[in-house]
């Protein structure tokens, strides 16, 4: 390979590619040309580097350099001062890389210190779509060790050993599940690699598919020898495109390469691996269906057992890891069991990646070992809440999982303790509210989600989740009573026993939370018609300030007549007529009116 | 009403969708990924280009339709020149997206999922995007604009009426 003196590195990641990184990189590209520096300097795009709060994100190597919030008007200088005089560009640095007078590497800011990169190893570090890089950083070495010094036993009897658990939610053994599909005897076994990633809120999957999709490819690979599976299914979101793309390309490397299809490092072990589209239905995520989803029919759960390892695809032996689960996995056959088990607790070993965001100042992506307290994560990592708001509240989980209090903030996060105080581990987005937030409001964001992708099949998902919803809007809108506080009680644990999937086994999650931690929320819309954070509109009131100059216009585009006043005097809002619309608080030029 | 496919004038679509469904023939349980496809040619699912796939893939129309109806994705009605689709992904929620929301509905005089009757836009939500660290965001027709406030939105859209 071609050695170069510097590399500056893009973030070609979602978050970075909306803010048009892609310009930013062609604009470096250019300009190197131009000082006649390309055949020093190498411009690559890389997968998420995490921080996608301050993005657009460039990094030049070998010193690390965090330039943030990078504009194409800033490339030409950095190109002559840093890339060609050797002076860092000081003033386009990443706040604290900056803030002292020695220049802090990426390695040594805050957000990267408290982190393990084990999944995402290779996300801002390598060019997902060049599978040299991959191998450079010890690529399909490990799918080499497996196939030419293991037995599938002893691959199954290392990834047990390693403790692996499943990333995409419930946390079940990684070894246990390809233990149960290797003896079955069959014609075909299949691997499916669930990206579905239906946590409305979350992007780990889609990262690491966008920043190191080999790394998928490898351990599906891995997976597929232990089980005695010759082929694979990745089971993607359509509305990834970046990560389609990127693993369309990386499949076809790899086959080029000789790292996918026949005969496998001499090996006799055939593997392939086929994209498959989801069409947007958050059950699919759910392995039962999205098998459906993959046959090509409509995503409906089905009662287990049989379970994917006896009975799957096509009624074949299956087993379904999540991307992140399978990401590991090429780095515990590596390093071996210990290595991973030095990561994380005793029941819960390794790492686990956060999509971290909301209220939030560092919004972006973190890995952290298991274990660690969410006042770590939302704090150190994240920066606490902007605007110097108060942290009220964190959902993790999604639309399964709940919202925990601050006093739950010193708790370290695995399976066994989210579970334990009614949320969820879930795939991992993590959602930060903080006082504006109205959790009545947040509770009914999620049912509403589930109530919109019920697949319908059983009766308590279906229409359990549906009178949850009319509660809740009755409560948001100020009609509701005491009574409908229990009533929701009672739904919500009728619904988690009776559902048939665990879509309407956990629906009723973020609700029962809420109005364990937050009843004080509830009984304010229902006691006093208020909504204290004052986000639930039918409860808020349209108020005109003394700052009114009497212009009018707010009367005169009512469309219910509501405000009255002289011209030149203030005017006033009659509360019985106003419908709500907002329309006059957007019409009033001198901002004299308010919500409350 | 909603005026039914000419068959005749999209011939050459048809002969598209064919020949895509003959290169994926072999493999088993093709019909989403032949959904996918016809709504890449035709930008939504006309019953007539349901009855066309029906036949080639030798499903039920049924079937087509049922999954067609299913998944979100899927789309049996024409869609605007423009799709304007609004985070509603819990980061971009929080950070108030329902509100960007309201006001798209508004100006645009459209409940979410439908189309304006001029045929330029049509309004929906979508899950997180990828980028929350924009929150919130919306996406039309491939561009992201982040960071939004309800009263950008006027802005934004003058730029796609013509
Ligand atoms: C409603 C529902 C949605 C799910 N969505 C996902 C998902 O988006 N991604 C995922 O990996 N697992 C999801 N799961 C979990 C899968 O059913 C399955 O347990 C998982 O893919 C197994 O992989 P793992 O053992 O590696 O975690 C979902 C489960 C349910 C009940
Ligand atoms: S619990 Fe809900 S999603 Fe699951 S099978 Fe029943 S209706 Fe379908
Ligand atoms: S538009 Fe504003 S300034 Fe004018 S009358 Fe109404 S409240 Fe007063
Ligand atoms: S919110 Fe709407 S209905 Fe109420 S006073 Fe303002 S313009 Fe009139
Ligand atoms: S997408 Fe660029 S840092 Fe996350
Ligand atoms: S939640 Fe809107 S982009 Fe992630």
Redesign the interface.
Known sequence: MKIFRSHVLVCGGTGCSSSNSALIKQRFEEKIKELNLDEEIQVVSTGCFGLCEEGPIVIIYPEGSFYARMTVERVDEICEEHLLKGRIVRKYLFDESAREEKIKPLSEVEFYKKQKRVALRNCGVINPEDISEYIARDGYMALGKVLTEMTPTEVIQLVKDSGLKGRGGAGFSTGMKWSFAAPNQADQKYVICNADEGDPGAFMDRSVLEGDPHAVLEAMAIAGYAIGATKGFIYVRAEYPIAVHRLEIAIKQAKETGLLGKNLFNSGFDFDVEIRLGAGAFVCGEETALMQSIEGKRGMSRNKPPFPANKGLWGKPTIINNVETLANVPQIILNGPGWFKSFGTVKSPGTKVFALGGKINNTGLVEVPMGTALREVIYDIGGGCPNNKEFKAVQTGGPSGGCLTKDHLDIPIDYDNLTAVGSMMGSGGMIVMDEDNCMVDIARFFLDFTVDESCGKCTPCREGTKRMLEILDKITEGKGTMEDLDKLEKLAINIKETSLCGLGQTAPNPVLSTLKYFRDEYEAHVLEKRCPAGVCQSLLRYIITMDCKGCTKCARICPVGAIEGKVKEIHVINQDKCIKCGACMDACTFHAIIKK | MIKGLDVRANERQFIELKEYIDSIRQ???????T??KAQEIFGYLPIEVQKFIAHEVD?PLA?VY??AT?????SITPKGKHKIGVC????????GSQLVLDKLSKELKVSVGETTEDNEFTLEA??????????P?MMIDGD?Y?KLEP?KIPEILAKYKD
Not at chain 2, 70 to 74: A, D, G, H, I, P
């Open positions: 493999s088993q349980g093709i019909l989403m990924q959904l996918h499903v079937e049922g999954v299913f998944y979100t994705q899927f509603l992904g819990t980061a971009c929620y929080v950070k979508t899950r997180c995007l990828g980028c929350c660290g924009l929150a965001v992201v982040g009263k």
